[in-house]
Structure formats: structure tokens, C-alpha cells
């Protein structure tokens, strides 16, 4: 797949970096693609359970639903690190080239940010009806069948 190469904003880099200490209380980071770049939207702090986490994003961002746009998930911490998931929202009323640019920006994101922090969890797509909680952990347990 063809590659966008988009940079990621200052903004998005130093919120993600700040979003890594043991300490911190960030839940999540959501990010567009303004003009040439990636960048930060708003990041969420919450003690929430994954589910609860992904079912209250649409509200919380608020998500389009003709824009697409990346949610950084911090899913677990390690002694090191803390480790993240990218949630794509690419919902069904989105032109199809926006959505095919987020698409093909997603491997560049996670290079920018740093690839480790992603590799313990697989992406993530949603579409209108796939963004829940349950229908994230539902995709989790099939791949992990």
C-alpha cells in the first residue's frame, strides 16, 4: 500500500511524549490530518475500563461522521513503558479518498511516535456501528483465536 507520509505536529509529539511517564492519567490521544501534517485533537485523561473508554469517545472528541480521524489508546503500562493502540474511525459516510489517506498513514504515525509503544496490540478499524468496546474486545479475541 502506497504510503502518505505525513508528518506528525509538534503539538500531537509532545502531548504522546507526556502521555508515557508510570504517572500519567491519559486515556487516550485523538489526532486528524489538518493540511500536510498530524495533529493532536485532544487528549483525555480517564481511569475508565477499555470498554467504557471506547464507547464514550465519539461524545468525547466529538468523532464526525464524515471525518475520520486516529485515537491513540493507552492500554497497559509496563515497567519501561506504556503501551498503546490505534483506533482508526474511518466512518462509513467519509469520502472514500480521506479515507483512504488515513489509511495510508497509519504505519507512518506509529513510526513517529515510536513503533514499540504500538507493538503489543494490533489496530484497530472502526466504522459506525464498530465503535464500541465490546465490538474492539470482540475483535481482539478473534485474532487471538
Not at 500536510?36 to 471506547?54: F, I, M, P, R
Amino acid at each position: 500500500m502506497a504510503r502518505a507520509h505525513l508528518p506528525v505536529d509538534v503539538e500531537l509529539a509532545s502531548a504522546f511524549l507526556q502521555a508515557q511517564p508510570q504517572d500519567s492519567k491519559v486515556a487516550w490521544i485523538a489526532c486528524t490530518i489538518k493540511g500536510e501534517a498530524v495533529c493532536l485533537v485532544k487528549a483525555h485523561e480517564g481511569t475508565e475500563e477499555l470498554s467504557d473508554t471506547v464507547d464514550s469517545l465519539k461524545a468525547a472528541i466529538p468523532l464526525s461522521d464524515e471525518q475520520p480521524a486516529f485515537v491513540l489508546i493507552a492500554r497497559e503500562r509496563t515497567p519501561t513503558a506504556r503501551r498503546w493502540q490505534l483506533l482508526n474511525w474511518a466512518p462509513d459516510c467519509a469520502p472514500p479518498r480521506l479515507k483512504m489517506l488515513y489509511s495510508s498513514t497509519r504505519e507512518d504515525l506509529k513510526q513517529s511516535l515510536g513503533a514499540g509503544f504500538f507493538a503489543s496490540h494490533r489496530d484497530y478499524s472502526a466504522f459506525d456501528s464498530d465503535l464500541s468496546g465490546a465490538s474492539l474486545l470482540a475483535a481482539e479475541t478473534k485474532s487471538n483465536d
